[in-house]
């Protein structure tokens, strides 16, 4: 006879009381998806790197009237994930989202960075930004030296991806003026 295991969905409310009440460590990184917990990976030295440049890249070419940069905080996805990117393109606001983490329709960009996570973010994260309407996600592999722009989100993921290379520059649909060349990301 199979034995069946129920699982306990938690909600980003309940999320948030965990993480008040102190279950969570202080340095224990964790975020909720499809309302799961996850450990999410440790931060090594490429992965930090490329983030930086990114930060250094975008931040040189985007005013504070036109979007916010932000680096490795919560989006409010939906009632059951509230993943931490990378970095994402916020559109402003003048609480700086005090009164709530961002939402989708808050999001003009979001990029995931991966090293050991590759296959888990486009397997697990990734459609989930789909669902929760996330306009384009950019998915910089660090091992195969790419960034995948996913675009188009449709409720089983999205319609339209482009993988772009070395001699490559990529530009963010809300903010066409913005260009990344993905050879800066990838200095060695």
Known sequence: MAISLLRKKFTVQTFAQMAEQGIFSPDERVELLAGEIFEMGKIGRRHAAAVRRLLQILSRQVGEDQAWLDAQNPIALDDYSQPQPDLTLLRPRADAYEGGHPRPTDVLLLIEVADTTLESDRTVKIPLDAQGGISEVWLVDLNGQQVTAYRQPQADGYRLLQIYGAG?????????????????????
């Open 168 to 188: 490559d520059v990529v530009h963010p649909l809300a903010m066409p003026e913005v260009e990344v060349a993905i050879a800066s990301l990838f200095p060695h």
